[in-house]
């Protein structure tokens, strides 16, 4: 027998004919005689009793009933969603434990890494040496003049060049390049499947990758040589790192945006893996940074980075870092750290590297870059990539056997999915159950507290018997009202608050630079005062009811509950963290103190200016200021950054920030606002 | 340019009229693409008068091929077999003028004679069964989803009965992902006279000739009625054309890797700055490279195929393309004759001796190739597993001349076109051109039982680039029906483009139309976890076998007391009988 406080999910059932045809089907009513329907509306689908023993009820169904409408079963929701987020957020803190998280492995059988020897060196050195003088040479120089340099080392290798011109338009910014490619055909394919490997003429950082230039170009000629690859080799140096790769990845699709990016003049086959070669030092190196994150939060397939880690730890006794985490020891203190970092970077979702373009097309990619000073040579940066290319040459299928979602606590540790997404689903949840809690509460017109109950054992409470359809029914009298639920305000409301979003989306993604820095500060501002304004424009003629008020609520929170668990599934980080800072909106309101809501406009002042003053430390434009702070960036870069990525790398980030957090943030600071 | 393509190929046809007599003949014409690279284009051509093909008297060509045929009542037969992608950009025109190429993998076609398109298509079928056990490819997937019925784009090119032509159908097939190797060369070999024993047919070694940059062997058969009167005969011609890389094939076979070579070997660019420190820029390979025959195929020729047959002519049976300059040396008694032309030299070799060629290193100028008539390439647009785009550039050289070919691509089934999107433009403007295609016949798919057909005429104007897209949706397969590396994608089967001669040209000329082919294409389908499934699969089995064999079990054993099974009581089961027969007595007279 259901314990039913769920009346409410009736929302969710299917319609009323198709039950009342199954049951009429099943001859439910006839098969169950002394069940009878208590509730006139729904006929007793949400809970049935037993009136054999007429209108004393028999022990154990008498307390579930009764527990039904304990208002202490009521006032749960709020401590079940905290310790839904604590749970979460503590699972989440257990992951980097040898317990949660597992050791790497290569899925794919084909790409055997590792298993190749590699003759990259020798005389190949002095070829090194020559094409890094040619690329300092022309460093800083027109672009057309490091092209034409760059066609002719590939001319000279008895490669075709190619070239193509982008220009990508941000924030009043012009971003400009040509990148130069070339096509080493596979002596016995058909240009139906390709490798890329690429090099660009300024790394993230913007300096220039010197010995990365040169190093791809002396691949591209010892490559050459070789009579056993299977697939196309893609050279490609592009002139920056992160509007380059993207117009060639958008015009290897055809789908760039034409004139401002030019189409290509050659092709090839499908994309199978792309290799970024970033070396921008001028001596040795002491580790390899393995980047690995895409656009969006999307990842390449794990054993694209796991071979990677493996030909470079294993073959080439390199030792591997990522995400920036120069020293590693296998903590746990340094797994997790690797694992937020990480967490971070795939919630942000921008390019953190030339490969991330290529994700969203589907082409796992991973950047190599060289780092710190130690006593590894170019010669064996190039051996690892030649072992990397002999092994994606390997590959019979796309990548597809190991995972795409994955979180990296070190180079050879790692948690799926499986294990992690409870974490963010759980933050998710909290929200959907508070959404669940509101709309109950929104339909009860009256609530029986604790001392009411007592008061009432003394006298019976008034019952009515219903006859319907044949069927006897007894039910106290309180429970037939029904209450009507105003919905229309609310969810214009909490609509219009979503389209709102609309416009910080546009303003920062079409303002000019110069003009960032004061748009942010005046929106910043603005946002502070808007929900009081709201509030009272809300109050203006008529003070909304409470039920509006806990429907305007109930919706904001559902669709962020709804939103998020389906964040997860595509951007985990991202979900989780806008999960854990909107948190709070959960608790604003109190729907369940009976003196707020008997007294919503007296009660509870102090708490809704203390619920005020954290929603506003919590607020989107808060949130930033506070980690450009932190990380010691500027608020204006970040726009930047971010207008770039809205136009040539397609982010959603901002979307899922303006769109979904924002105004679920906005909904949350009217109904605590103490003007409403 | 022009002059000297067409100088080249009316040298290939003085050669093939002159011996036109004999029975069989076979060339072999070698041919530096650039200094790197080396054309060799295999030619054999086997002839059987139309009699004695009928009655079964083989002697050029082969009983089992000739069996085949007739049993399978086909008249003309063309089998491609290619690996490799033809680089027009820096190869120029194709060998015979595309004529003797296949797209990627195997492609076959055939006209079959028959009364009805059922029974020519139940022909095809024993065809291709039989071709697949001859020449060891999977030709029996040829079925009817890869079968096409060409209407346009293929036009016989034997001689044919005008009464016969009406009975005759053509049927064309494709297997984009078949690999060509040396299962497939070794009965191609067994079909020649001189099965690769004498020859220049001893040079066809498969570890040279699957390493090269570009590869195709192909199988013509069809009735030749000369124009004179004379009796007709069926004339079978192989063909084995490769583009071998100089430098990779003349690697020793025991030790075939491309090690850095050692420092001192490095030929470096010296006026470099740096170049007396630790840089070496490398000297591009600019003067033709030293070859021999024997360092690029392995071993030199063998003597002459069929020297010692009585109603043989020695004959030039080996042409090498390079300008009279040109340093050769050769051994083995063969005798050389330098054409005209000064860029080609002939040599009839000895009846048993090892023939070897030797090109020292030596910078001549290289002979230009001429340029084909049309670049195409072909990719397809978007990504995702729902739909997507084919895109095909047509490129015309030419700066005066328009240029008019038939464009005919087979989809797979699962690959759904929409007719409606396909367009042809200028690269140049953005607007479709509507005049671009000339006329069209489309055939659409059904699922699983035939592919979709499109043919097309297309003009492109002098100098300038057509743009040709269509977009399709992708199919959802049933998940038996992916192969077992469904993740790999789907081979689409290349484009096959004859351009038509100009307008103003004769009608003789159509029987040589240029044939080029696109490159294939790998269509990525929406691909279940597959590993799924198999979990659930074997998980179910384990537990059903668990179960099944507890249940069998106790269902089989009979369990006898420990005490019963010593000496069995008959008088105990006689009374359990007759307590039975009670029982059921007593049943019945209840019921009564």
């Given amino acids: 027998m259901p314990l039913d406080g769920l009346g409410y999910l009736k929302i969710l059932a299917p319609p009323e004919k198709v039950l009342r045809w199954i049951e009429g089907k099943l001859n439910l009513l006839g098969r169950l005689p002394h069940y009878v329907s208590i509730d006139q509306k729904t006929y007793g689908r949400y809970g049935v009793l037993p009136t054999t023993s007429g209108p004393s009820l028999p022990g154990a169904e008498a307390s579930l009933l009764l527990l039904r409408r304990d208002p202490r079963i009521l006032k749960a929701p709020p401590y079940v969603s905290l310790l839904l987020i604590l749970i979460g957020l503590t699972s989440l803190f257990l992951l980097p434990l040898d317990y949660y998280s597992r050791h790497t492995y290569i899925s794919e059988n084909a790409l055997l890494p590792g298993q190749v020897h590699t003759y990259f060196g020798g005389s190949e050195q002095n070829i090194f040496n020559a094409y890094k003088h040619e690329v300092q040479a022309v460093a800083g120089k027109e672009q057309h003049e490091i092209s034409n340099k760059l066609e002719e080392i590939f001319n000279s290798a008895g490669l075709k060049a190619a070239r193509q011109k982008y220009q990508f338009e941000a924030a009043g910014n012009r971003y400009t390049g040509e990148n130069v490619y070339s096509i080493l055909h596979a002596p016995r394919g058909d240009a139906t499947e390709a490798i890329v490997l690429i090099a660009a003429w300024t790394n993230m950082d913007g300096e220039l990758n010197q010995s990365g230039c040169a190093l791809v170009l002396t691949l591209a000629r010892y490559f050459k040589r070789w009579s056993l690859w299977s697939k196309d080799i893609i050279i490609l140096i592009t002139s920056d790192s992160k509007a380059g790769p993207q117009a060639w990845a958008d015009a290897y699709h055809n789908e760039h945006s034409v004139p401002a990016v030019e189409p290509l003049p050659m092709k090839s086959g499908a994309l199978q893996g792309v290799v970024v070669v970033d070396n921008a030092l001028n001596h040795r190196f002491e580790s390899l940074h393995i980047v690995y994150d895409g656009i969006n939060g999307q990842l390449p397939n794990l054993d694209l980075f796991n071979t990677a880690t493996a030909i470079a730890s294993g073959q080439m006794g390199i030792s591997v870092v990522l995400q920036r985490m120069w020293k590693h020891g296998d903590s746990y203190r340094e797994r997790l750290q690797t694992m937020l970092r990480g967490m971070v970077s795939q919630g942000l979702g921008h390019a953190s590297g030339p490969h991330s373009c290529f994700i969203p097309y589907h082409v796992d990619a991973i950047t190599l870059q060289a780092v710190g000073d130690g006593w590894q040579d170019e010669m064996a940066m190039g051996r690892c990539v030649e072992s990397t290319f002999r092994s994606l040459n390997n590959l019979l299928e796309k990548f597809h056997q190991s995972f795409f979602f994955y979180l990296l606590m070190q180079a050879n540790r790692f948690v799926s999915i499986g294990t992690y997404l409870p974490s963010a689903m759980l933050v998710a949840v909290n929200f959907s159950i508070m959404a669940i809690a509101l709309w109950i509460r929104s339909g009860r017109s009256t609530v029986p507290t604790i001392g009411s109950k007592k008061k009432n054992e003394e006298k019976e409470p008034e019952m009515e018997v219903i006859r319907q359809d044949g069927m006897v029914a007894i039910a106290p009298k309180h429970r037939l009202v029904i209450v009507e639920r105003e919905l229309f305000l609310p969810i214009t409301l909490v609509v219009a608050s979503h389209f709102l979003g609309v416009i910080p989306l546009y303003i920062f993604n079409h303002a000019s630079q110069s003009a960032f820095s004061r748009t942010f500060i005046i929106f910043a501002q603005a946002n502070m005062l808007l929900p009081s304004f709201l509030a009272a424009l809300l109050s203006y003629q008529s003070p909304l009811s409470t039920q509006q008020r806990l429907l305007l609520q109930c919706f904001s929170l559902l669709l962020l509950g709804m939103f998020l668990a389906t964040l997860a599934t595509l951007n985990f980080s991202l979900a989780f963290l806008i999960g854990l800072l909107a948190a709070p909106l959960s608790f604003v309101g109190q729907p369940y103190s009976t003196t707020s809501y008997e007294n919503p406009a007296s009660g509870g002042k102090v708490r809704k200016l203390l619920m005020t003053i954290v929603l506003q430390l919590l607020s989107p434009p808060a949130v930033m200021l506070a980690a450009c702070k932190a990380w010691d960036v500027r608020v204006e870069d970040v726009l930047v950054e971010a207008a770039f990525g809205w136009t040539a790398h397609g982010l959603w980030t901002q979307v899922v920030v303006w769109c979904i957090w924002w105004p679920a943030w906005t909904v949350g600071s009217v109904v605590c606002s103490p003007l409403l | ?592």
């Avoid at chain 2, 036009?155 to 005008?162: C, K, L, S, V, W």
């Avoid at chain 2, 020793?252 to 070997?265: C, K, L, Q, S």
């Fill in chain 2, 1 to 592: 340019m022009r002059s000297v393509y067409i100088l080249f190929l009316s040298l290939i046809l003085i050669v093939s009229f002159t011996f036109a007599d004999s029975d069989y003949h076979e060339n072999l014409i070698l041919e530096p693409l650039t200094p790197a690279l080396l054309l060799a284009s295999f030619n054999f051509r086997s002839n059987a008068s139309q009699p004695s093909f009928e009655q079964q008297h083989f002697q050029y060509i082969p009983r089992s091929l000739g069996q085949i045929l007739q049993h399978a009542n086909t008249k003309e037969l063309h089998l491609r077999f290619s690996t490799g992608k033809w680089d027009a950009e820096s190869w120029g025109a194709r060998p015979w003028r595309g004529a003797k190429e296949g797209g990627t993998g195997v492609e076959l076609w055939a006209w079959v004679e028959a009364d009805s398109d059922e029974k020519a298509f139940a022909n095809w079928i024993t065809l291709n069964n039989a071709l697949s056990g001859l020449f060891c490819a999977s030709l029996n997937f040829i079925d009817s989803t890869r079968t096409t019925r060409p209407v346009m784009t293929f036009e016989p090119a034997g001689d044919h009965a005008n009464s016969s032509l009406s009975t005759l159908h053509l049927l064309h097939g494709t297997l984009p992902r078949e690999v060509v190797c040396t299962e497939n060369l070794t009965p191609f070999l067994k079909l020649l006279p001189c099965k690769g024993k004498a020859g220049i047919s001893t040079l066809l070694d498969g570890h040279k000739l699957f390493d090269a940059s570009w590869q195709t062997m192909s199988i013509d058969v069809r009735p030749v009625c000369p124009a004179h009167g004379s009796e007709c005969y069926i004339e079978m011609e192989q063909a084995v054309d490769m583009v071998l890389d100089i430098e990779r094939s003349k690697r020793p076979r025991d030790n075939p890797i491309p090690r850095p070579v050692p420092h001192e070997e490095l030929a470096c660019d010296k006026s470099k700055p740096y170049a007396d420190f630790d840089g070496c820029y490398p000297l591009d390979v600019s003067s033709d490279q030293s070859w021999s025959l024997s360092e690029v195929f392995g071993r030199p020729i063998r003597g002459s195929c069929l020297a010692t047959d009585a109603s043989h002519r020695a004959t030039e049976s080996v042409c090498l393309n390079v300008r009279h300059e040109r340093d050769v040396w050769t051994s083995g008694g063969a005798i050389e004759n330098k054409k005209a032309s000064g860029q080609s030299r002939c040599f009839t070799l000895h009846e048993t001796n090892l023939f070897e060629m030797n090109l020292p290193q030596q910078s001549t100028e290289t002979i230009i190739r001429p340029e084909p008539p049309v670049y195409a390439s072909r990719s397809f647009t978007g990504h995702g597993q729902e739909r997507g785009g084919v895109q095909t550039l047509l490129t015309n050289p030419s700066t005066t001349l328009p240029i008019e070919f038939m464009y005919f691509e087979t989809l797979p089934w699962f690959m759904k076109p929409y007719l409606h999107t396909l367009t042809a433009r200028l690269s140049t403007v953005a607007i479709p051109d509507p005049s671009i295609i000339k006329s069209m016949y489309y055939r659409p798919a059904l699922d699983r039982r035939r592919g979709t057909q499109l043919e097309c005429l297309i003009s492109v104007p002098p100098a300038s680039t057509v743009v040709l897209t269509y977009d399709f949706d992708k199919a959802i397969l049933r998940y038996t029906e992916y192969p077992p590396d469904a993740n790999r994608g789907f081979d689409v089967a290349p484009a096959v483009i004859r351009i038509l001669p100009p307008s103003g040209a004769e009608s003789a000329a159509t029987s040589e139309a240029d044939f080029l082919r696109t490159t294939s294409l790998l269509l990525s389908l929406p691909t279940p976890d597959f590993s799924m499934p198999y979990n659930v699969i074997i998980l179910t089995s384990t537990v059903m076998a668990l179960a099944f064999g507890m249940v069998f079990n106790l269902l089989v054993r009979r369990f006898v007391g420990a005490d019963e099974v010593e000496g069995y009581d008959l008088s105990k089961l006689r009374s359990k009988i007759g307590a039975r027969i009670i029982a059921l007595k007593d049943r019945l007279t209840r019921r009564r």
